[in-house]
């Protein structure tokens, strides 16, 4: 698969050891820098658990963010490792390509085909903080083919995990194509967390048919629940202010396919916002969730 050796290099954080590949190569999608986060003791003798998240620069150093923000996922981790909460789970951080990033993180099949009602609408109705999705190319599954055939091959032979437990994270747009990860391929990915899961698309509410395209698409395409695990949420300011019709819907379609609260958790944070630092100070409850022994 590689072309180029792939470099690596510590990077510094609070816990445990940071390590980043640098333009980790793919013949799906545009190199981009991944970092794999091992907690302290990690060790070839135990088998750990893989949580990939998405944009992985904010993950770990508000050194290379934009705003100067993260998400300290070492910090509120390793405390939950050592008091023995969770079991044992290594963090596999993938960063956006800023230019590709909506395209990448747009569910793919649920828009690929909208119909000439949909395509009238967006026409009449550009936004304009979004490429022209019209137009632009969805890169979605190029993306999680990425992930599945290409990322986790590599981490599954460089480290000593359980290959059968993996989960997918991620907020904002992030979260929408965590859950379509775990929908597309419900044979690798457990559970899924999705933070201020961005359920317009877009960013409005009116004029809008991409809700009603991820709606249709779960209705048809959510695993039976038996196994896998949902974790969303949202607050009330800044974009999450639009959430909450959105994700109301979503949970009673979940009900009505028979998940409880044992595989489905749905969090409502009144007062908090859409930045790094409201996701970090709730990150332990999907960690909870979906890696609680």
Known sequence: MRTSPLIAQHLLVQFGTLIEFARFPSRLIDPRSVVVWLPDGYTDQKQYAVLYMHDGQMLFSSTVTKNQDHWGVDSVLQ?????????DVIVVGI???????????LPQRPLQ?????????????????LPDILNAGFRADSYLQFLVSELKPFIDTTYSTDPACNYIGGSSMGGLISWYALCEYPDIFT??????????????????PLPARFQAYLDNHLPKPEKHRFYFDHGTEDLDRL??????????????KG?????????????TGHAESDWRDRLHIPLTFLLGK
């Open 95 to 105: 960063f956006n390509h800023d230019q590709w990033r909506s395209m990448e993180y």
């Open 79 to 87: 405390p939950m490792l050592e008091q023995g909460i969770l079991r």
């Open 259 to 271: 998940y409880t609260e044992s595989l489905w958790q749905s969090q409502f944070f009144p007062g």
């Open 191 to 208: 559970g899924t967390a999705c933070l201020s899961t961005h359920w317009t698309g877009l960013f409005r509410q009116d004029h809008n």
């Open 113 to 129: 085909d909208l119909t000439l009602p949909d395509t009238a609408i967006l026409k009449d109705h550009p936004d304009p903080q």
């Open 243 to 256: 959430y909450g019709p959105f994700q109301e819907q979503i949970d009673q379609l979940a009900q009505k």
